[in-house]
């Protein structure tokens, strides 16, 4: 088995999910996942973001030779990171590519981290919105003020 199968075989039986679970998730087959877990062939590159998302990963995390011990708990700093931002006023910078016209040079409130999307409150043209925006998308959250 190579490391990106391993990794993948270990996350989806942590979440208690089979083969054939995951495979529908992916719209792959079976023997796909088997494959792709044996280490005999790769998920193409456009699957690895899906695949991440579902096992609630960084594609980091899979791509990356890292110690598995060592991703992990990278993972999971990250993750305690953006926690401590809930209920926080920012101002988010997005990928040039992923922009959002909404949230652009607006302040907005982190309501909440769910996986690999943070759900995010501004007030726009006097009307409050909510929105999931992907984590992937974010280049960088500038904290503007202290809530008590």
Known sequence: MNKLGIKIAEKR?????TQIEFAEKMYVTRQTVSRWEAGTAMPDIDKIAEIAEILGVSCDYLLKDDDNETAEAK???ISRLLESLTGKTVKLVFYEDEA???LFNKPCRIVDFEGNWMKVCADIKKETIEKHIPVSSVL???VLKEEN
Do not use: P
């Open 100 to 102: 959002d016209i909404d």
């Open 13 to 17: 039986k942590n979440l208690g999910m």
């Open 140 to 142: 960088s959250i500038e």
């Open 75 to 77: 993972d999971k700093g």
